[in-house]
């Protein structure tokens, strides 16, 4: 089954750090643009960050300057660096593909259909 494993996710204070992962399982990233999501309880999924295969990054305004997307394309993993993290960071994180970054970050957000391979997620929470 293609789909992608995120992992990472954990307990965090305010203020502190964590790093995730998101690797494809079934199938390469080749020149996909691969899009972090986010869900709180009782809130849409949002997007939060995306990469596409030759490096450009787009971030919800809520995280410039805390988190920063990069990518291993040869070893098919993307990761999300999560700094400076707030209370409305947690949640359940996701990835998924998507056909550009901009759909990845748009407001509204887009259906979910709209996105391939989703994995089962990692959870964020963040608490004192």
């Known amino acids: 089954q293609k789909q992608f494993v995120e992992s990472g996710g954990g307990l965090v204070q305010p203020g502190g750090s964590l790093r995730l992962s998101c690797t494809a399982s079934?199938?390469?990233?080749?020149?996909?643009?691969i899009g972090w999501f986010r869900q709180a309880p009782g809130k849409e999924r949002e997007g939060v960050s995306c990469?596409?295969?030759?490096?450009?990054?787009y971030y919800r305004d809520a995280v410039k300057g805390r988190f920063t997307v990069s990518g291993d394309y040869a070893k098919s993993t993307v990761y999300l660096q999560m700094n400076n993290v707030e209370s409305e960071d947690a949640g359940v994180y996701y990835c998924?593909?998507?056909?550009?970054?901009?759909?990845?970050?748009?407001?509204?957000?887009?259906?979910?259909?709209?996105?391939?391979?989703w994995g089962r997620g990692t959870q964020v929470a963040v608490s004192s």
């Open positions: 998924a593909s998507a056909i550009g970054c901009m759909v990845v970050v748009s407001q509204p957000p887009r259906p979910m259909y709209e996105f391939d391979y």
């Open positions: 079934g199938f390469t990233l080749d020149y996909h643009a």
């Open positions: 990469i596409t295969s030759d490096g450009h990054t």
